[in-house]
């Protein structure tokens, strides 16, 4: 299971790079525009901290496949290491990727939204597929689900491709796509945060420092 995070913002990039066992970051149009800053200059920061071996996924702006390749080329040669280009899935975007399998460039075909969208992704050699959960869940459709069918439908047809699930709003959606057999889940920092969290986790642990500072008051092991 990959946790990768989605978002361009560089305390939380930093904050969660160093806290939790990240293989990535995720951006789009929107995640980027949000910074308000050069394109350029927020790809090497966020190089910068996650360094040259953690994935780091941007999708492309461009229309037509000869200007995807294009630009995912520039991307790939800019972005100081360990890269995969975001691609919406549409007649384009699969000719891109086609020929950006050829020439070794990832390819992550995002705005998913069906098992049968993702499939031909996966043909088309997309490395990484990302189906859009809340989004789905927000149109009474049922997002962990199809995630599910997804990872049915590409072990059924033998395909290599990983399905990336995006768009979380709570932790049990998470849950339920890791349940399902999702190769990496890209959320947000408050996502992260949700997933380890517990009132009963809290309570386990106010009940061990009561118990033991009962005892040692502030003593640590460290001063024994
Ligand atoms: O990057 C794609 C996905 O993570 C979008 O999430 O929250 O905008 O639905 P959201």
Redesign the pocket.
């Known amino acids: 299971m990959e946790y990768i995070l989605?978002t361009a913002n560089i305390a939380d990039i930093k904050h969660c790079n160093e806290f939790y066992p990240l293989t990535g970051v995720?951006t789009?149009p929107?995640?980027i525009a949000k910074e308000k800053r050069d394109f350029w200059a927020i790809i090497k920061d966020i190089r910068d901290i996650i360094g040259p071996d953690k994935i780091l996924f941007a999708q492309t702006v461009q229309k037509t496949a000869d200007k995807i390749v294009e630009e995912a080329k520039l991307l790939n040669e800019k972005s100081g290491g360990n890269f995969g280009v975001k691609i919406p899935i549409d007649e384009e975007g699969l000719k891109a990727t086609m020929a950006l399998n050829k020439l070794g460039i990832k390819v992550l075909m995002?705005a998913i939204f069906t098992p049968a969208q993702a499939l031909i992704a996966a043909k088309a050699g997309a490395d990484y597929v990302?189906p859009?959960v809340?989004?789905l869940d927000n149109i009474i459709g049922d997002g962990t689900e199809v995630v599910a069918e997804i990872v049915e439908q590409f072990a059924i047809h033998g395909m290599t491709c990983k399905v990336l699930a995006?768009?979380f709003k709570n932790a049990e959606q998470v849950h339920r796509c890791a349940a399902a057999g999702c190769q990496c889940v890209?959320v947000s920092a408050d996502i992260l945060k949700a997933v380890i969290s517990h009132p009963m986790t809290d309570a386990a642990i106010a009940g061990f420092d009561k118990d033991w500072k009962g005892v040692y008051a502030d003593k640590t092991i460290l001063d024994f």
């Open positions: 989605d995720t789009n929107s995640i995002t990302a859009y809340n989004r995006a768009s890209t």
